[in-house]
Structures are given as C-alpha cells and as structure tokens.
C-alpha cells in the first residue's frame, strides 16, 4: 500500500461500542508496547479473549514495517470483523508519547486491514494488572516478559468485549420495551 495517500480514521480518544457494531465474529486485542506488541482474539461469539503472540517491535515505520505486517496477518487468519487497539492514556486520562506510538501502529495497521474498523479503547493499567495476575499465577518475572504484552492485550480486548455486551444486552432491553434507540446510544 501507499504510505502517502489519506490516513484512515483514527482516533487518539477512546472509542465506546456502539451503533456501529460489526455484529457477530473474532475480534483482535492488541496491546502497543515500545519493544513488543501483544495479541489477543475473542472466540467468534466474542464473549472470551485469549492470547495469541507477542510480535516483536521494529525500528522500520508505516504501514510497511514487519511488525504491521505480522499484525494484519494475524487479523486475516483469524477472520476478524474488529480490531481493538488499547490506548495508554495517563491515570489522569492525557496523552503523551505512548498515545501517539498506539495511533501511529493503528493508522498504520488499518492501511493493511481496510474495511476492518479499528477502535481505540482505554487500557490504563492493563499492564499492571497483567503483571500482577502473572506473578500471583507463579509466573517468573523473567518469564513475564513474553507473555505481558499478550496478558494485556487479553485485558484491553476483554474489557471491550465485557462493555460491548452490556451495550447489546442494554439495546435489547430497549427494544423490548419499544424504545427505538438514536444513533450513538
């Protein structure tokens, strides 16, 4: 693809699911470090995420690069019909350098994926508490390494699948009682 033509739709804010849901089917967590990446998919019902690789990170930029690459491989094997990216905010919710890298990996990654909607989701201190599940499972620090990125990864995408849930259950609610819903509710 060509690095020069119009950035695809990504925001450096947190998306919240909703009207726009893709419907059933795999979704990719993804999880941007500044030396490894973490993935994780949903079963197809998107109820459960799981871990699937840690990618290393390149040097090499855009849409291009192998880290891109392997990540839009990895969407196109598991058939997903979403991609969430976890966004580093700080714990008081500003943006900084990691905010940028995550945008930057998912403009990048939808120039290989089109058609496939990326949301950016909150993902404050998914990788403490990644870190700290792994180490109270018995997991040696030294170990973590490989597999933090792709605990995180399960924790943005899980968060997302949980929230996604109640929206749909919420939704339901409503139209069983009448209500037709406005758009962004």
């Given at each position: 693809?060509?690095?020069?033509?119009?950035r695809?739709?990504?925001?450096?804010?947190?998306?919240?699911?909703?009207?726009?849901?893709?419907?059933?089917?795999?979704?990719?967590?993804?999880?941007?470090?500044?030396?490894?990446?973490?993935?994780?998919?949903?079963?197809?019902?998107?109820?459960?995420?799981?871990?699937?690789?840690?990618?290393?990170?390149?040097?090499?930029?855009?849409?291009?690069?192998?880290?891109?690459?392997?990540?839009?491989?990895?969407?196109?094997?598991?058939?997903?019909?979403?991609?969430?990216?976890?966004?580093?905010?700080?714990?008081?919710?500003?943006?900084?350098?990691a905010?940028?890298?995550?945008a930057?990996?998912?403009?990048?990654?939808?120039?290989?994926?089109?058609?496939?909607?990326?949301?950016?989701a909150?993902e404050?201190?998914?990788?403490?508490?990644?870190?700290?599940?792994?180490?109270?499972?018995?997991?040696?620090?030294?170990?973590?390494?490989?597999?933090?990125?792709?605990?995180?990864a399960v924790?943005?995408?899980?968060?997302?699948?949980?929230?996604?849930?109640?929206?749909?259950?919420?939704?339901?609610?409503?139209?069983?009682?009448?209500?037709?819903?406005?758009?962004?509710?």
């Amino acid at each position: 693809m060509n690095d020069s033509a119009p950035r695809p739709a990504v925001s450096s804010a947190p998306d919240r699911p909703g009207a726009d849901d893709p419907g059933p089917g795999r979704r990719i967590g993804i999880d941007v470090g500044s030396v490894r990446i973490g993935v994780a998919s949903s079963d197809p019902g998107g109820i459960l995420a799981t871990p699937v690789e840690t990618v290393p990170r390149t040097k090499a930029k855009g849409s291009r690069s192998p880290d891109v690459l392997r990540v839009a491989s990895i969407v196109e094997e598991y058939d997903a019909v979403e991609i969430v990216v976890g966004l580093p905010r700080t714990l008081r919710g500003e943006s900084g350098s990691a905010v940028d890298a995550a945008a930057g990996f998912a403009r990048a990654l939808a120039k290989q994926v089109p058609g496939i909607p990326i949301r950016m989701a909150d993902e404050r201190l998914t990788t403490v508490t990644a870190t700290r599940a792994l180490r109270e499972s018995g997991v040696r620090a030294k170990s973590q390494r490989g597999v933090i990125d792709q605990a995180a990864a399960v924790a943005i995408l899980q968060g997302w699948l949980d929230e996604r849930s109640s929206h749909l259950a919420a939704q339901k609610n409503l139209a069983e009682q009448g209500h037709i819903p406005e758009v962004g509710e």
